[in-house]
């Protein structure tokens, strides 16, 4: 089992739409972050949570500690938002290391 | 503005070619990693730096080896190239201190035939 799984693999909505991804995690952490890649391969850190919630524009993540839950929201989605986006942690006993999940695959369609 | 800028987006190599893949950051960061992403298993480091000459395995360093003679460059070797190595390869860098956001590069897209 990885220590970080996320859902859905992939995400498929229309235009406008709310979305959702989620992250869980088994082991104790100091941070998580949320990324994005878009095709062609570049990552780019959206977020990093020890606690709470943040926003960024129409985006929104909220960090569950005691579930060792995260979600990712995206309001109003647009095509340019389509992308893999990829929970990291930081587990405490990992120095500087992140574990990856594998990502979630969104298109978004116009 | 935080750059790290690795040195091809594309490269095609030969089975048992030495390949060196560089990395440069321009942040003064004191750690960098390398990545490797492959479909279904998400990013897996192969060796990370937190310091000029200062290395630590990854979960994947098997036929891997690197270098950091200044802080700003950080390059990921394949000692003898194999098919089993064609992937996304990806460098990172960010501050010390346990809770700093990582910053990556475009990546590189390596093929070995």
């Known amino acids: 089992k990885n220590e970080v799984e996320q859902s859905p693999q992939n995400l498929t909505a229309q235009e406008g739409e709310f979305i959702t991804i989620n992250c869980s995690y088994s082991?104790?952490?100091?941070?998580l972050h949320w990324l994005q890649q878009h095709p062609g391969g570049g990552i780019v850190s959206l977020f990093m949570?020890?606690?709470g919630k943040k926003k960024h524009g129409r985006l929104i993540a909220t960090i569950n500690i005691q579930e060792k839950h995260s979600s990712l929201h995206i309001t109003a989605s647009h095509p340019r938002d389509s992308a893999v986006y990829i929970c990291?942690?930081?587990?405490?006993?990992?120095?500087?290391?992140?574990?990856f999940g594998t990502g979630t695959r969104l298109t978004i369609i116009p | 503005d935080v750059k790290v800028t690795q040195s091809s987006r594309y490269l095609v190599k030969r089975t048992g070619e030495k390949v060196f893949l560089e990395c440069v950051q321009d942040?003064?960061?004191?750690?960098m990693f390398w990545y490797r992403q492959d479909p279904g298993l998400g990013l897996r480091l192969i060796y990370f730096?937190?310091?000029?000459?200062?290395?630590e395995k990854g979960d994947i360093p098997e036929g891997y080896s690197v270098s950091r003679e200044k802080k700003e460059r950080f390059s990921l070797i394949l000692e003898s190239a194999s098919t089993n190595q064609t992937s996304m390869y990806l460098c990172?860098?960010?501050?010390?201190?346990?809770?700093?956001?990582?910053?990556f590069g475009d990546g590189t897209r390596l093929s070995i035939l």
């Open positions: 990291a942690v930081r587990p405490n006993f990992g120095n500087e290391k992140l574990t």
């Open positions: 730096s937190y310091d000029v000459k200062m290395k």
């Open positions: 942040m003064d960061h004191e750690n």
């Open positions: 949570l020890s606690s």
């Open positions: 990172a860098s960010s501050l010390a201190g346990g809770r700093q956001p990582q910053h």
């Open positions: 082991v104790g952490i100091s941070a």
